[in-house]
C-alpha cells in the first residue's frame, strides 16, 4: 500500500509518501510545498493545490493521511491553515484517495509510544522507522513522513474520514 501523509500549512506545507510492504516502510518522497509571504492567499492555496496535485500524480498513493489541526491560541492562523487543509483535503479527494485524520496525539503515539514526546524524538524514530541516514528536513516533510507511518501502523482500525469514489 502506498499512503502519503501530510502535514497542513500554508507557508510550508509538508508531504511524504511511502510504500508499506509488510512490516516494512519504504520512503518513496518528501518535501515541502512552500508559499512566498507576499502572495495572496487565494494564489498560495492555489500554489499549495498544484503543489500536491504533482506530488499525488508522480507517486500514486492509494490513501492519505492528514494531520488534524490543533490551535489553542491564535484564531487567524487556524483560519489560514484550516484553508491549506482543504486544499490538501480536496487535492486528494479529486485523485480519489481514501481521506484519514489523525491527531498530532495519535501521530506521536503511534510513532514514539508517547503522545507527549519531544519533536525529535517523533523525528528520530520516524528516521528509523524508514532505514534513513539523517533525520528528514525539513520539520514539516518529518511530520508529513511520521503521518503517513502513523495511518500504515493504525489505518485498519481506524475509519475514513472521507470516502472517495
Not at 502506498?2 to 508499506?20: L, S, T
Not at 491549506?84 to 495519535?106: D, F, H, K, M
Not at 503511534?110 to 528536513?137: C, D, F, H
Amino acid at each position: 500500500m502506498r499512503i502519503i501523509g501530510i502535514d497542513p500549512g500554508y507557508a510550508i506545507m509538508g508531504y511524504g509518501v511511502i510504500e508499506k510492504d509488510g512490516n516494512n516502510h519504504v520512503p518513496l518522497a518528501y518535501g515541502v510545498i512552500t508559499t512566498d509571504k507576499d502572495m495572496s492567499m487565494p494564489d498560495r492555496l492555489k500554489v499549495l493545490y498544484n503543489g500536491l496535485m504533482d506530488v499525488i500524480a508522480e507517486y500514486q498513493p492509494d490513501e492519505a493521511s492528514i494531520e488534524q489541526l490543533y490551535f489553542n491560541t491564535n484564531q487567524t492562523t487556524a483560519i489560514f491553515v484550516g484553508q491549506a487543509r482543504g486544499v490538501a483535503i480536496l487535492a486528494c479527494a479529486n485523485n480519489g484517495l481514501s481521506i484519514y485524520e489523525y491527531t498530532p496525539l495519535q501521530i506521536k503515539t503511534s510513532i514514539t509510544g508517547y503522545g507527549r514526546a519531544e519533536k525529535k524524538q517523533m523525528q528520530n524514530m520516524v528516521r528509523v522507522y524508514l532505514g534513513l541516514e539523517e533525520v528528514p528536513k525539513p520539520d514539516d516533510a518529518a511530520d508529513a513522513l511520521a503521518a503517513a507511518i502513523c495511518h500504515s501502523r493504525m489505518g485498519t482500525a481506524r475509519k475514513k474520514s472521507f470516502i472517495m469514489k
